[in-house]
């Protein structure tokens, strides 16, 4: 009787053990790739915002277009030049980066918690279940770098706009598995009417050598 009920005991525990391997084998293939792709959504999202944040806050309080971009005109009132103070807009450009990297690594630290019922994507249950603890490394290095597009806005009138564009790589780092991805995002931070005539050398104005680089 003894060797019959360890017996039931054995065949129940392998049965559990059994289940379990299955249930880990099924979660791992299944569950946790469509956590991971939810994972990279959300945090790319949340490094967006981050990004976002830091450029409004640091263009809003430093960056002016008439200290920034010089527009020198002749006699008749025909501009001869446009220069940009790319000194003032690399020194904005690196506090921009400064700040995006201190800020997701707080985020990454920190991580964000999403519930395996949000994979469902179904608005009953999607925040019922446990909830998996996502975080987030930043990589490689931030850089930023500016854009500069002209458009004519009537006779004798141009439109000159200035965008930010920061980028960097940030690694999303679920339990058992990770994924990198790549953060892009691009602000428009002036715009002005310029009125004169505006020659081909001055349109070509080249921000290649504003921006700014730093390693994480």
Known sequence: MKAKTKFKVLFGMFIIITFFIIFIYAFDKIVMPTVLVVADSEMKAKATEIINSSIIQEYS??????????????????????????????????????????????????????????????????????????????????????LSKFESAGINQTSHKIYVQVKTKVRVIIPLKSSEIEVKHEVPIAETIIVGKVPGTAIQMDLGDAGFKMEN
């Open 61 to 146: 309080k430093d960056f002016n277009y008439d200290e920034v971009v010089k527009v020198h005109k002749d006699n008749d009132g025909n501009i001869v030049m446009m220069k940009a103070d790319t000194l003032k807009m690399n020194k904005i450009a690196c506090s921009v980066a400064l700040d995006s990297q201190r800020k997701l690594k707080d985020l990454g630290y920190v991580g964000i918690k999403i519930p395996v019922g949000y994979i469902s994507k179904n608005n009953i249950i999607s925040y019922f279940g446990p909830s998996i603890t996502v975080k987030m490394q930043p990589i490689g290095h931030i850089e930023t770098k500016y």
